[in-house]
């Protein structure tokens, strides 16, 4: 969208508060130069009021390395990583960002460039390495290092639960198709919140249920790497019911705290309005954004749209319509990209994406076309549902080929995205949609699961030889954006 169409936009609604806000939007093209940059964006922090969150979002295994360090057990991620042709180049994580040994250098990072939130994951086979029963001493010690480091230099800690690390036993007696995976994971969750809760009020239970299903059960490239229509749909249904479990389970061990989940989105859209177009868009809207959410309002899956759904019923027992509830303090929303959709004969969705390099448009390197005014629509779309309260962006950011020159990193580019995404943001709130927060992916360069280490989402680079971190142009926009 180019910027006379948001002009028009905000101009319907025709309020003060609009007009004197139209003149703060202005995408900026890729590859424009800074001040063009600069002078279409204007927003500052405060436009954003005062209760606005800003963070930075990280996974366990992405960062932490000391993969079988002090008593801590294989995870799927640890497993899968190890098998030949499923990572670039076949790396892991064995090490990654070394977070494990770093994590005060990182936190203060975190704080060097102002946020204020730092979401990261906990590993479970770290907790326990077998999935259930013992727990692992050392492994709870290491996030109370953790934690406690952020609240001494003032940042909140929010944890995320599971962040697709399944410890390996479990996977060997099916993970996530395994109706047991409740009582485990409710003893994983049991363990954590009681552990942390005196001291850690922000929780998430899931992170981004579509990635880890859909990745590690279907399409197959992402742990466990399975590739079956049923398991699929058994792990549907069952990280629903872990997902309003987990919340449940917080409630009750952590007093005052603030309950959420995240989500993938993606803004989709039909190749064109051919109705076969909008059908075929239709069914992978319902398969990305309304799968996961719809059964924790209460709304059930969304099998009108998606017919495969239907089967999931095969998989309940009695009493599970309402355990697939629970109602969230808030939803985090994760965006990285538009897809445009057309009809093909793939099984069961007959749809497919019609790819960013085949339509000429900005993408980065892992082809994720560059959309900011989707993560407008997203949002808004995720507002509309009455059963949702508060929404926060718990992820956004973007891979750019940084090179290192003169001991600094320009990535221009990142701070391009930044600016417009903060834009649909901003947008978004004028509209009266409840979103109040805002967390980049990812403070560090980290290990991006199948990809390795070739893409670079971190606002700081790491020299993955020696792990030595210099923070990017793009760390120190915020730094300047949120003093
Ligand atoms: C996600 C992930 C991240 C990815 C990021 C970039 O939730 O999708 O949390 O693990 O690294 O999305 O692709």
């Not at 940059?37 to 969150?53: E, I, Q, T």
């Not at 850690?200 to 790497?225: C, D, H, I, R, T």
């Not at 109040?436 to 030889?465: A, C, H, M």
Request: glycine share 10%; net charge neutral; charged share 25%.
């Amino acid at each position: 969208m180019k910027r006379r169409d948001w002009v028009k936009i905000t101009g319907v609604a025709g309020t003060g508060l609009l007009l004197s806000s139209y003149m703060k939007f202005g995408y900026t093209k890729m590859g424009s130069n800074k001040a063009s940059v600069d002078a279409a964006f204007n927003l500052s922090k405060a436009d954003f009021g005062p209760d606005f969150k800003w963070g930075v979002s990280a996974a366990a295994y992405q960062t932490e390395g000391a993969w079988n360090a002090d008593g801590k057990g294989e995870s799927t991620w640890d497993h899968f990583s190890r098998k030949s042709g499923k990572i670039e180049r076949g790396e892991n994580a064995d090490v990654a960002a070394d977070f494990y040994h770093r994590y005060e250098e990182d936190i203060d990072l975190i704080k060097s460039m102002n946020f204020k939130v730092f979401r990261f994951s906990i590993s479970w086979p770290r907790i326990l390495p077998s999935g259930t029963g013992e727990i692992n001493q050392a492994g709870l010690d290491f996030y109370h290092r953790v934690i406690d480091k952020c609240l001494a230099v003032g940042i909140e800690p929010w944890i995320t639960i599971y962040h697709w690390d399944l410890p390996q036993v479990l996977e060997d007696q099916g993970g996530w198709t395994n109706r047991k995976i409740l009582d485990w994971f409710s003893e994983y969750v049991e363990v954590v919140t009681k552990e942390y809760g005196g001291k850690v009020k922000n929780w998430m239970v899931l992170n981004e249920q579509f990635s880890f299903v859909a990745g590690g059960y279907l399409a197959g490239y992402m742990a466990p790497g399975r590739r079956n229509i049923r398991g699929f749909l058994k792990a549907v249904h069952h990280s629903v019911l872990c997902n309003a479990e987990g919340g449940r389970i917080i409630r009750r061990n952590v007093a005052g705290a603030n309950i959420g989940t995240t989500f993938f989105t993606a803004h989709i859209e039909p190749l064109n309005q051919e109705q076969k177009h909008i059908e075929a868009a239709s069914r992978v809207d319902a398969g990305i954004n309304r799968l996961f959410i719809e059964p924790a309002l209460g709304l059930g899956y969304p099998e009108n749209a998606l017919p495969v759904l239907k089967k999931i019923h095969k998989y309940y027992e009695p009493g599970d319509e309402d355990r697939m509830i629970f109602d969230f303090d808030f939803i985090g929303v994760q965006y990285y990209f538009r897809a445009i959709v057309e009809k093909s004969i793939i099984p069961y969705i007959q749809a497919k994406e019609v790819k960013a390099k085949d339509r000429g448009v900005p993408a980065n390197e892992l082809e994720y076309e560059i959309y900011p005014e989707g993560l407008y629509h997203v949002l808004k779309k995720f507002s509309e549902y009455k059963g949702i309260r508060n929404l926060l962006v718990t992820e956004n950011g973007t891979c750019v080929p940084d090179r290192v020159e003169g001991g600094k990193v320009h990535d221009a580019r990142r701070i391009e995205y930044f600016k417009n995404h903060l834009q649909s943001v901003f947008k978004a709130r004028l509209d009266d949609v409840n979103v109040n927060g805002y967390f980049v992916w990812s403070p560090t360069d980290n290990f991006e699961w199948d990809k390795g280490f070739r893409t670079r989402f971190g606002l700081v680079y790491i020299d993955f030889q020696t792990q030595q971190r210099i923070v990017k142009d793009s760390g120190l926009w915020f730094q300047e954006f949120l003093k």
